[in-house]
């Protein structure tokens, strides 16, 4: 029904033509239906307001791409991508609806505005409404949860565990309560009180996906990985479609340095989940660095980097741009850990190919984007540079610390 979003949004912009976000969707709504001149309007004016949206740029470099001016995309998709490097997309300015949400009452309006506030970002404002909601309805556990886990990232540990503990002896047969005051516990190093209150949610929902997720974490990080592994088992088998119960165990498997066994199960996850863009890379970067020989298929490899533009991720690359290019300006939703996963996978496939200079270029934009992360990153990204220059290839697939589901 894009004829009817249309009319809304043009409506809206009549009573609020300051909202950028009113300004930005009808551009994107616009490109969607190929009006490419109104689209391209639509989108600088919004860019024009506010200037510093990585995913107006990013909407920018797909409408000129459309229209043919390739120039100006590829400008747009490398601001969009210098924008958005180490720091959160910034929120669209939106009056009407800001308005329209300080209108809303009652615990329920309050609780949406609280998971607004938090998908956004604000967890502090979030917070408080919250624990409005809270007040208005105590008899309401799932209010108690969201307000405990609110606390938690709020970086209030201590109010989340008397909140959450508060929950949990009120409603013991609440799963989802034992489930955040587990991921409580864990996060002030109360691991066996954890694992107390994730197994204590399984009695109570054996289906509790997020109390097996929990748990299996908590296994690993007690070196007990075959049980680990069985709980990632357990919740494919609840949600084949999980990605991240994919690619957790496969990243456990490499770090035990079982690469056989995390090669069979990266081939079984990218059958079962052939859009997954990180189980793609993860397979790639087995079958082009792990130190098995039997192991190790440089062409499969790059077939799997090639065809990234086949997934589903927002935007495929301009024709004719290098790989390098498609990685990093297709996926501009990417976060900037996300796009150094991306290159230096590249830069592996180029090493086992024999192009040590390719594998180069792309390390070294890896490298200009770890150096602005915290943590030991560049470090590694500089290692494996190191490693091209002397033109050997690497043979090491992940490394602790490396992109995570």
Request: net charge negative; aromatic share 4%; with cysteine.
């Amino acid at each position: 029904r894009l004829q009817e979003a249309l009319g809304w949004l043009e409506r809206a912009l009549v009573v609020e033509p300051e909202s950028v976000a009113a300004r930005f969707e009808l551009g994107r709504l616009r490109l969607e239906r190929s009006e490419l001149e109104a689209a391209l309007r639509d989108l600088e004016t919004a860019l024009a307001m506010q200037p510093e949206a990585p995913s107006i740029h990013y909407a920018l470099g797909l409408a000129y791409r459309a229209s043919g001016d390739l120039e100006r995309a590829r400008q747009h998709l490398e601001s969009a991508r210098v924008a958005e490097r180490g720091r959160v997309e910034p929120r669209l300015d939106d009056p009407l609806m800001d308005r329209v949400r300080e209108l809303e009452t009652g615990s329920k309006a309050q609780s949406r505005r609280a998971d607004w506030l938090f998908g956004e970002g604000r967890v502090r404002e979030a917070l408080v409404e919250y624990r409005r909601a809270h007040q208005a309805r105590p008899d309401d556990p799932s209010m108690w949860a969201n307000l405990g886990l609110a606390q938690l990232l709020a970086g209030q540990p201590r109010e989340a565990l008397q909140t959450l503990s508060a929950l949990v002896a009120r409603f013991p047969r609440f799963a989802g309560g034992r489930i955040n005051l587990g991921v409580a516990l864990s996060s002030t190093g109360d691991l066996h009180g954890a694992a107390t209150q994730f197994l204590t949610a399984l009695t109570i929902d054996p289906g509790a996906i997020e109390a097996r997720d929990g748990l299996a974490a908590l296994l690993v990080a007690a070196d007990r990985h075959d049980e680990a592994l069985d709980e990632y088992r357990k919740i494919v088998e609840l949600d084949p479609a999980n990605e991240r119960a994919r690619f957790r165990p496969a990243v456990l498997l490499l770090v035990i340095e079982r690469y056989g066994d995390a090669a069979l199960a990266l081939r079984q996850a990218h059958e079962a989940l052939p859009a997954s863009v990180p189980l793609r890379l993860l397979l790639a970067r087995v079958l082009a660095a792990a130190p098995v020989d039997s192991l190790r298929d440089g062409a499969l490899a790059r077939r799997l980097v090639e065809h990234l533009e086949g997934a589903p991720i927002e935007g495929a690359p301009i024709e004719g741009a290098p790989i390098e290019g498609a990685l990093i300006e297709g996926a501009l939703s990417a976060t900037p850990g996300e796009a150094v996963f991306g290159l230096e996978t590249l830069a592996m496939v180029h090493a086992e190919l024999g192009r040590f200079e390719a594998a180069a270029a792309a390390q070294r934009r890896a490298l200009a984007i770890a150096e602005g992360l915290a943590g030991p990153a560049a470090e590694r990204v500089r290692r494996r540079l190191e490693t091209y220059l002397a033109e050997r290839p690497c043979r090491r697939p992940y490394e602790v610390g490396e992109l995570s589901l």
